[in-house]
């Protein structure tokens, strides 16, 4: 690791919530996390992504896709196979940067230039590895389902506290919430468009629950693998 990198600034809080936001406006609603950069160019944005199978790989590729000063460095995941798969996907990655297995994530962390993470793991890694991102003073992106349990939600609530304190900024992957359709719908009942509301039902159209098959791997490795 050369000087010159060792002296790059940080991005800041401000620059950050400039750079960053979820995706809004987006008809279609298939991108959950976009960038849109309003940041000057010598303030790059370096994000590492923990957990680089199809949610978190997905969300690097938008990422990387949404401003030019928005490069993935660095990748973590449990598997090896998924790492390489991950490298050929992102070529720009510092291949210093890639690690696997259970402590990746703590390595990637260790990383001075990355100042972003992707958080794309199952949601049951989801608490350490944001308190871990918030500690090591990276801006997150994490994908919901935040938590799974009460334990983890309060690791949670605590993280975003030191996050709040320490000035960085947080976005989870709540995508309808930041949907203008879905935004401007909700506004317009709480202005009383349609009167007033006894009763209501919600439904929503969703993929089957995917399984890729028993490859005989353990059972820990089994679900993780198809969480």
Not at 63 to 71: G, S
């Amino acid at each position: 690791m050369n000087q010159s990198q060792n002296n790059q600034p940080a991005v800041s809080r401000r620059q950050f919530i400039k750079t960053s936001s979820l995706a809004a406006g987006v008809v279609a609603a298939t991108a959950p996390f976009v960038l849109t950069s309003h940041a000057a160019p010598d303030d790059p944005i370096r994000v590492g992504i923990i957990g680089c199978g199809g949610r978190g790989g997905g969300a690097g590729k938008n990422a990387e896709a949404a401003a030019p000063n928005v490069k993935v460095i660095g990748i973590a995941d449990i598997f090896p196979d998924q790492v390489d798969k991950a490298k050929q996907n992102f070529p720009g990655v510092n291949p210093d940067y890639c690690f696997s297995g259970f402590d990746a994530y703590e390595k990637l962390l260790k990383v001075p230039e990355i100042n972003y993470v992707i958080l794309g793991t199952p949601p049951g890694f989801r608490p350490i590895h944001f308190a871990a991102a918030i500690a090591a003073g990276k801006h997150v992106f994490m994908e919901k389902p935040v938590a799974t349990d009460v334990p983890g939600i309060k690791m949670i609530y605590q993280a975003g506290e030191q996050a709040a304190q320490k000035k960085l900024c947080v976005v989870a992957g709540t995508q309808r919430r930041h949907s203008a359709n879905y935004i401007e719908t909700i506004k317009r009942i709480h202005d009383g468009a349609i009167g007033d509301i006894i009763y209501t039902k919600a439904y929503w159209n969703q993929g089957a629950i995917w399984h890729r098959g028993d490859q005989g791997e353990t059972e820990m490795e089994k679900q993780i693998r198809n969480w």
